[in-house]
């Protein structure tokens, strides 16, 4: 974009564009690893009820400091990792990549390093932020290598580093010693060690958040977007220790988090059984659709996420993306030449992507 000399925008962002999917109608979105599964009637009206009872009180500010949802989401944790974690522990923001931002604005001080492919944002904000972002390395399958990583830290010293478990947009997701490994790198050389779970609830691996007691520098990441069907909602939050949440207070905005999503979020915590058994039906339909693409002779990378990458089709990345599009399957070219990136649908959707692929193979 050419930007007007009147407009005094920072000359590191002026080559920089937005981050955004295609928003585009099509009978199957699959491109933006959205849970396909709506509210059921029970939550939307519980939410509903919720709702209301704040609407009377719309002219006085939310509570500041979210302590309800926060004690809320740390009972969520606990009872998934066996932890012992308070709303002290806890900060919720709208959407993880608030969290995001609130680290660098609080912590960004030396350079960042994430392993790429990886979750785009990091690198975004790092440089929206003035942050040194550098890109880490991956093997060349784009698994996670902790061998590699403690060598990169270890030589770069990075104030944060990044890892993406299950990662976006490969779906591999790094087992918890791995994850300890880097952790003891990164402690050596100071600094935090960010750990996104945007997609832990898919994984069959441990979280990190059973790692902080001992590395109090782990910062976990999660959000409610995508295995608790919330994604309209935007509420992410990092599981830290107490000093890491003083932090984001310092540079919080006053008031971020609505009153309305503080009351719809921890609505649907209180359904967290429902929503998670739509997560198990998802990593059911997932392995299904890695069945069925190997079947058509593609190969998918090994994924603990919500999506798949793909490859071995003989069009370019973009030629396939764009014909799947005018069939009316709307999937994700992640950038990775001869690789695309498809989201686990409903039955229905997931049908409609298949005999779309078939038709163009």
Not at 159 to 181: M, Q, R, W, Y
Request: proline share 5%; with cysteine; hydrophobic share 45%.
């Amino acid at each position: 974009m050419s930007w007007p000399d009147w407009i005094p925008l920072r000359t590191s962002l002026q080559s920089m564009s937005a981050y955004g999917a295609p928003q585009v109608p099509a009978e199957a979105v699959l491109n933006t690893n959205e849970n396909p599964y709506p509210p059921s009637p029970e939550l939307q009206a519980q939410i509903t009820q919720a709702i209301s009872q704040i609407v009377g009180t719309l002219n006085r500010y939310p509570d500041r400091d979210a302590v309800i949802l926060r004690s809320a989401l740390a009972s969520y944790i606990n009872e998934r990792s066996q932890t012992n974690f308070g709303s002290e522990n806890i900060w919720a923001a709208n959407g993880s990549n608030e969290i995001i931002q609130s680290l660098f604005l609080a912590c960004g001080s030396g350079v960042a390093l994430g392993f790429t492919p990886s979750y785009s944002m990091h690198a975004l904000i790092s440089n929206v932020a003035g942050t040194t972002w550098i890109n880490g390395e991956r093997n060349s399958n784009f698994t996670f290598n902790s061998e590699i990583a403690v060598e990169q830290v270890e030589k770069l010293k990075p104030t944060l580093t990044f890892i993406t478990t299950p990662n976006n947009p490969t779906g591999d997701a790094v087992p918890l010693a791995e994850i300890e490994t880097l952790a003891r790198a990164v402690a050596m050389h100071g600094g935090l060690l960010i750990v996104d779970e945007a997609y832990a609830e898919f994984s069959p691996e441990e979280s990190a958040v059973s790692l902080i007691q001992a590395f109090p520098h782990i910062v976990v990441i999660r959000t409610m977007s995508k295995a608790f069907a919330f994604a309209g909602a935007r509420v992410g939050y990092l599981v830290a220790d107490l000093h890491i949440v003083n932090a984001m207070m310092l540079v919080r905005l006053p008031y971020h988090l609505s009153a309305i999503t503080q009351a719809a979020a921890k609505v649907a915590l209180d359904f967290r059984t429902e929503l998670l058994g739509n997560v198990s039906q998802l990593v059911a339909a997932r392995q299904e659709l890695v069945k069925a693409l190997n079947d058509l002779g593609l190969t998918t990378v090994p994924s603990a996420a919500n999506f798949i990458l793909f490859t071995g089709f003989k069009a370019t990345s973009p030629q396939l993306w764009a014909a799947l599009l005018e069939k009316g399957v709307l999937i994700r070219d992640v950038g990775l030449s001869s690789y695309l990136r498809v989201t686990v649908g409903n039955e229905a959707e997931n049908k409609v992507f298949l005999e779309a692929l078939t038709e163009l193979l």
